[in-house]
C-alpha cells in the first residue's frame, strides 16, 4: 500500500512563507503526477498544485498562481509546495494525492477521481 506522508503546515502570519512536503513510499506515481489539494473551513476539497512526474509540467490554480510553486525530487519520491505572500483565505487542510494512471499532456488532471492515493493532510493557519 502506497503512503503519502505530508509535512510542514504550520501556523504563520499574513505574507508569511511555509513549505509543504509529501514524501511517498516508492515510486508508484512515476507514470502519472502528484498533487496538493485543500480544503478551507466550510469549503470543498479544491486542487491547488499539480506536478507531472515526467517532464515536471505543472498546473495552478488560478488563486494561488504566482504565490505558490510546486516541485519534485525525483530520487526522493518527494513533491514539495512552497507558498509566498500567505493570505487568510489559504489556511486550510493540505492534502498530498498521487495519481498512478498515464498523465496525457492534453489533459490536466484536476479532480480528485483523477488521483488513486491520498496523504492525512497538514494544517496550515494564516492569521490576519
Known amino acids: 500500500q502506497v503512503q503519502l506522508l505530508e509535512s510542514g503546515g504550520g501556523l504563520v502570519e499574513t505574507g508569511d512563507s511555509l513549505t509543504l512536503t509529501c514524501e511517498a513510499s516508492?515510486?508508484?506515481?512515476?507514470?502519472?503526477?502528484m498533487a496538493w489539494f485543500r480544503r478551507g473551513p466550510g469549503k470543498e476539497r479544491e486542487l491547488v498544485a499539480t506536478i507531472r512526474w515526467s517532464g515536471g509540467n505543472t498546473y495552478y490554480a488560478s488563486s494561488v498562481k504566482g504565490r505558490f510553486t510546486i516541485s519534485r525530487d525525483n530520487t526522493k519520491n518527494t513533491i514539495y509546495l512552497q507558498m509566498n505572500s500567505l493570505k487568510p483565505e489559504d489556511a486550510a487542510i493540505y492534502y498530498c494525492?498521487?495519481?498512478?494512471?498515464?498523465?496525457?499532456?492534453?489533459?490536466?488532471?484536476?479532480?480528485?477521481?483523477?488521483?488513486?492515493?491520498w496523504g492525512q493532510g497538514t494544517q496550515v493557519t494564516v492569521a490576519s
Open positions: 516508492d515510486r508508484t506515481f512515476s507514470r502519472g503526477g
Open positions: 494525492a498521487g495519481k498512478t494512471r498515464y498523465w496525457m499532456l492534453s489533459d490536466v488532471p484536476t479532480k480528485e477521481d483523477d488521483y488513486d492515493y
